[in-house]
């Protein structure tokens, strides 16, 4: 009995030990639970810290984008702007549209109205031209005559120094010259005493039979070599045309091509056809304005002045009639060149065969062509055309030649040497 309740006492103190550990434990393992969720509320309560300051970073960064939006001189502020700018642009490229149409439509017509202009001026040009001609037709020149320093006291006697000539020089009966109605004796341009040659007398007849009877008798002064020459007075301009197509007939006549010199037309003897410049009239108003631009080496010369005259040249290499043509055009393109007064030119060239080919035009200065052309010829400058202008001043006389030359040279040798 004893044995028993010790045994009883026995395991009811192991009863107890046991459920003294297993509340042990799950009071352990409730804490760990606890420290766990208290653990994960920390973590969370961290993250939602953490998302609270971004939050709190974004609404600033917010802020300031609206207030950089929608403050002075912010972005909307300057999209504005920049709306204004290009609306104001669209308005001054429509404006500046408009206006380069009309101007477009008053170079078109100013266009029109230069080549009008021209045509007119070229038209009087040939209608004064023609007139002067009229007005000449009954008159000579009587060039050679000795001439001594114009005396006021003693003035020479045209009249007696005329009747000598016809009647000796050129061998016209006495009573025949007596019979001729004279108009006017003069002495043309004014007197030089270093002028090489004396100046030539014009002649003006009462009618134009009595003029024809002192040319029938120029035959006599070639037959004789007298120094006297007498013929027909004309305009310049068709007297330099005829020096011109002498040049011409003799540069024929040296490729045994013959040709007969009829007034003012160079024909061919044995086709009958008539010579015509194969470069053409000098480029007009139409040709510069318009036209394909063509790009082509301009050499430029020296620049003179003389008395209010300015002088300059221009200057390509050539080697054919049409690119003498185009370079003359892209010349006269050139800044203030078909401003000038005269547009002087000269050229020269060989082919292939070895032909040589040259020309030149005075544009008005008359006899400057011609000159301009013997200049280069003289300095063996060959496929080359050269282009002087004039500005007129005040009257300079024969000097005007010196310059054209020298200012026309200058260009010829400052063209690039071909390689």
């Known amino acids: 009995m004893a044995s028993q309740l010790n045994q009883s006492k026995k395991r009811g103190l192991d009863d107890m030990d046991t459920h003294t550990s297993d509340g042990e434990i799950s009071e352990k393992t409730g804490d760990f639970h606890m420290r766990d969720v208290m653990h994960g509320i920390n973590n969370i309560q961290n993250t939602l810290a953490n998302l609270l300051l971004r939050i709190d970073g974004q609404g600033r960064h917010l802020d300031e984008v609206t207030k950089d939006i929608r403050g002075k001189h912010g972005i909307q502020e300057r999209l504005e702007s920049v709306q ?146 007498v013929s027909q007075h004309q305009p310049e301009e068709i007297r330099e045309k005829r020096k011109h197509l002498y040049d011409v007939q003799k540069q024929y006549a040296d490729r045994n091509i013959e040709t007969v010199l009829k007034g003012q037309k160079l024909i061919f003897t044995q086709s009958k056809s008539v010579y015509r410049d194969k470069i053409g009239s000098r480029p007009m108003a139409d040709e510069i304005i318009s036209g394909e631009e063509v790009k082509i080496a301009i050499s430029t010369g020296k620049t003179t002045e003389d008395n209010g005259n300015r002088f300059a040249a221009h200057s390509t290499p050539v080697d054919s009639y049409k690119q003498v043509r185009r370079s003359l055009v892209e010349v006269m393109r050139t800044e203030n060149t078909a401003s000038a007064s005269h547009n002087i030119y000269a050229f020269r060239f060989s082919t292939s065969d070895g032909t040589a080919h040259e020309g030149s035009e005075d544009d008005g200065e008359h006899g400057a062509g011609r000159m301009l052309l013997k200049a280069l010829a003289d300095n063996d400058i060959n496929n080359a055309l050269v282009v002087v202008s004039r500005w007129c001043g005040s009257k300079i006389g024969p000097r005007r030649f010196t310059h054209i030359n020298e200012v026309g040279l200058s260009a010829a040798r400052n063209m690039p040497v071909p390689v």
Not at 108 to 122: F, G, Q, T
Not at 128 to 144: H, P, Y
Request: net charge positive; aromatic share 6%; glycine share 2%.
């Open 84 to 229: 204004e700018q290009a609306n104001d642009t669209i308005y001054i490229t429509t404006e500046l549209h408009e206006k380069q149409k009309k101007m477009e439509r008053e170079l078109s017509r100013m266009k029109d109205y230069i080549v009008r202009l021209e045509y007119c001026v070229k038209t009087q040009s040939e209608q004064i031209l023609e007139l002067k001609t009229r007005a000449m037709e009954d008159n000579i020149i009587v060039s050679g005559v000795d001439e001594k320093a114009p005396e006021i006291k003693n003035p020479e006697n045209l009249a007696k120094i005329i009747s000598n000539v016809f009647t000796a020089e050129m061998e016209i009966p006495a009573e025949t010259v007596d019979s001729l109605q004279i108009y006017k004796l003069f002495r043309m341009g004014e007197y030089d005493k270093q002028r090489k040659y004396p100046r030539p007398i014009c002649v003006q007849f009462a009618n134009k039979s009595h003029k024809d009877i002192v040319m029938r008798h120029i035959k006599i002064l070639k037959d004789k070599q007298s120094p006297i020459r």
